[in-house]
């Protein structure tokens, strides 16, 4: 029964259009991190997939920051396609490291900068709901006292995914950290959101990310 409530129910009032839009981009969103954990660039082509199918759903669903990640993910995913390119010996697979103090500099400034960023997003959230159309009531409405819990947890997975994706991209140990908190940050709020789907693939991207983590610290070790 809470399962049902949980995971199902919301789903009653979805289009089976919607239903399957969501289920593409998960499955494709668990390849590219399958794909990931093995140093594999198929990582970027199949997350291309899911993060642009992401940008409609939670555009729809009222998550802006999330869908501003995503817009980010599937430009991070061509950016990090051709440096994988540049990297990998049997155009293939890449050798990974650990970020450096510059590294962690630059993560910082990204993380800052993408939470002013959205919060500014959000601020303006009713005008944008509303076609960009400005009036008393939306001038009124604008702000942060329309925002609830969830959206200030998207704000901040909204920078901790940004923080990863840009390591990913770089081939850094420990893009995997922020993956993990963010992943685990997630599962409530899109279960709150209606989307028990995506969920329950980040409940899988959680474990995924622990192994992912494993792997690339071995294999640096190896490496050095």
Known sequence: ??????????????????IFLEFIATTFGM????FSIKKNIW?????????????????????????????????????????????????????????NKKDWIFSI????????????VYYYKPLIDHQFVLTKEIEKALGFDHLDWANW????????FLVGMWQMAKRKVENWIFW?????????????KGLGITSLQYIVFTVMAFKGFYEWQKSSKEIS
């Open 180 to 192: 993990i908190i963010g992943d685990i940050i997630c599962i409530p709020m899109m279960i709150y």
């Open 109 to 120: 400034f990204l993380f800052i900068l993408s939470l002013g960023l959205v919060s500014v």
């Open 31 to 34: 390849l590219s991190v399958y």
């Open 43 to 99: 990582v970027y082509p199949t997350g291309i997939i899911s993060t642009t199918l992401y940008v409609y759903i939670l555009f729809v669903f009222g998550l802006l920051g999330d869908c501003m990640i995503n817009v980010y993910y599937t430009i991070m995913s061509i950016y990090g396609w051709i440096l994988w390119s540049k990297s990998s010996e049997d155009n293939v697979h890449v050798e990974v490291s650990w970020a």
């Open 153 to 160: 947890l998207d704000v901040v997975t909204t920078s901790i």
């Open 1 to 18: 029964m809470i399962f049902y409530e949980l995971f199902l129910k919301p789903y009653e009032s979805y289009t089976t259009f919607q």
